[in-house]
């Protein structure tokens, strides 16, 4: 799908140069003289390389038409994350390296919506919200404000995240995937 430059936002997916490119930052000038432009970085998905280019105002752009279908996550292994497709339970296999640090969050059963390119996944969508358990944090300190700093936590799942001074070992906590920060306590 075809669209103008000045349509371009954070996080698009577009077809350039043959290859398919996840937009980093977008940002629009116009000078005092020429005409305006978008000044886009890119990151190819393919060959994990950067991008900054430049688009006039009038020039089109081809953006990615992606296919998203929600999978349940099943297992992992050394490389790859399992998921099932509810309907008709079919399997696919998603590299642990495609998902990075959120793959810690995900839970059996967890509902994940993938994004996929010409039948390939080349993202996936967590909840918004996740509930995790504290293993460890540091006990906090008599006298200490409240508004004074998070402390360091370590979840069951093996992340490390900052949480405010109340929260104690075995809490439930609800997680932001997107930052992967405290949102409350559950």
């Not at 929600?70 to 642990?96: A, G, R, V």
């Not at 996936?124 to 004074?148: F, H, N, Y």
Request: contains cysteine; charged residues 25%; proline residues 4%.
């Amino acid at each position: 799908m075809k669209i103008n430059a000045g349509e371009i936002r954070v996080g698009m997916l577009l077809e350039y140069k043959n290859d398919l490119w996840q937009v980093l930052k977008t940002q629009h000038v116009k000078p005092g003289k020429g005409g305006a432009f978008a000044q886009v970085e890119m990151k190819s998905l393919n060959k994990n390389t950067k991008l900054n280019e430049r688009f006039r105002s009038s020039e089109t752009v081809e953006k990615a038409s992606l296919e998203e279908m929600n999978f349940s996550y099943l297992y992992e292994d050394e490389n790859n994350y399992f998921f099932m497709e509810p309907k008709s339970f079919e399997q696919i296999e998603i590299k642990k390296s495609l998902i990075g640090e959120k793959g810690k969050l995900l839970t059996e059963n967890l509902e994940v919506s993938v994004s996929f390119y010409n039948e390939l996944p080349i993202s996936v969508d967590l909840p918004k919200q996740v509930v995790c358990k504290i293993e460890t944090t540091d006990v906090a300190l008599k006298g200490q404000t409240v508004s004074s700093s998070y402390k360091p936590a370590t979840l069951t799942n093996g992340l490390n995240i900052q949480v405010p001074p109340f929260i104690e070992s075995g809490d439930e906590v609800v997680i932001d995937t997107r930052s992967l920060e405290y949102i409350k306590k559950n």
